[in-house]
Nanobody, 117 residues
Framework: QVHLVESGGGLVQPGGSLRLSCAAS????????MGWYRQAPGKQRELVAR???????TYADSAKGRFTISRDNDKNRVFLQMNSLTPEDTAVYYC???????????WGQGTQVTVAA
């Protein structure tokens, strides 16, 4: 079992930045993949970025060049640095973890990001 808690969301103006944090209840060294997904109103949940335990990262096209995912194995946290935010980035952002042994998936409760003037 893995419990994930996101934080760092909020209201930001277009062009601004936010840093999301996802705290895991156990060592993320045992988590094969940790990632960030988002869901805007009326839309399906979509991948934003993910990072494997081998430090392989994947980004959605919309996130490339603006967002950076990073893992802090000592603090059992995953971060998403988001720069140059636009209103199209407005969504609930979810943290997801996949365990290395059983490939079970776990989700956090989400954190709201709103980009507006």
């Amino acid at each position: 079992q893995v419990h994930l808690v996101e934080s760092g969301g909020g209201l930001v103006q277009p062009g601004g930045s936010l840093r999301l944090s996802c705290a895991a209840s156990r060592s993320i060294l045992s988590l094969y993949v940790m990632g960030w997904y988002r869901q805007a109103p009326g839309k399906q949940r979509e991948l934003v970025a993910r990072a494997t335990s081998g430090d392989t990262t994947t980004y959605a096209d919309s996130a490339k060049g603006r967002f950076t995912i990073s893992r802090d194995n000592d603090k059992n946290r995953v971060f998403l640095q988001m720069n140059s935010l636009t209103p199209e980035d407005t969504a609930v952002y979810y943290c997801k973890a996949v365990t290395a042994d059983t490939l079970d998936e776990y989700w956090g409760q989400g954190t709201q990001v709103t980009v507006a003037a």
